[in-house]
């Protein structure tokens, strides 16, 4: 999804590289889970979180455990001074950053991304090369999986 906001965003090349960044992550946060489900699933305001509900966020909608704590601070659910422990602990113990950096998301029953890389083939915005390269798929196979009605 980061990716795909490089390509469908159209940046200004005088704004700097870390800007480009934070708004293709804030792309892809987006599109992976809304701001309205995040709020229904955690609620609008919290201060302890716990690993096992964001895991199993991560398994449904395919947000890694990092990106909902970035969203959950963006949104107001937790406060910035939460949102930093939570970075400071994650780089100081590295058990628990295995248990962050660990996926949950399961991509056979998962296919929210494809879906939307051929929306945007679809709607002309991105072309057979360019979804054939994101799918990891030959161009003959994105054109026969199309399938357009």
Do not use: W
């Not at 248990?99 to 890389?117: D, G």
């Amino acid at each position: 999804m980061h990716e795909l906001g490089h390509l469908l965003l159209d940046f200004d090349d005088t704004l700097p590289q870390k800007d480009v960044e934070r708004f293709c992550n804030l792309f892809a946060n987006e599109m992976l889970i809304s701001q309205d489900v995040f709020k229904k699933l955690l609620g609008v305001s919290r201060h302890d979180i716990s690993l096992n509900e964001l895991r199993a966020i991560q398994s449904n909608y395919g947000i890694s455990v990092e990106a909902q704590m970035f969203k959950a601070k963006q949104l107001g659910i937790i406060s910035e001074s939460r949102y930093k422990y939570f970075c400071i602990t994650k780089n100081k113990n590295q058990a628990f950053r295995e248990q962050v950096e660990k996926s949950t998301f399961h991509e056979e029953k998962f296919n929210r991304f494809s879906s939307l890389v051929y929306r945007a083939l679809a709607s002309e915005l991105i072309s057979f090369s360019k979804a054939s390269e994101l799918l990891n798929e030959s161009i003959y196979v994105v054109r026969e999986q199309l399938e357009l009605v």
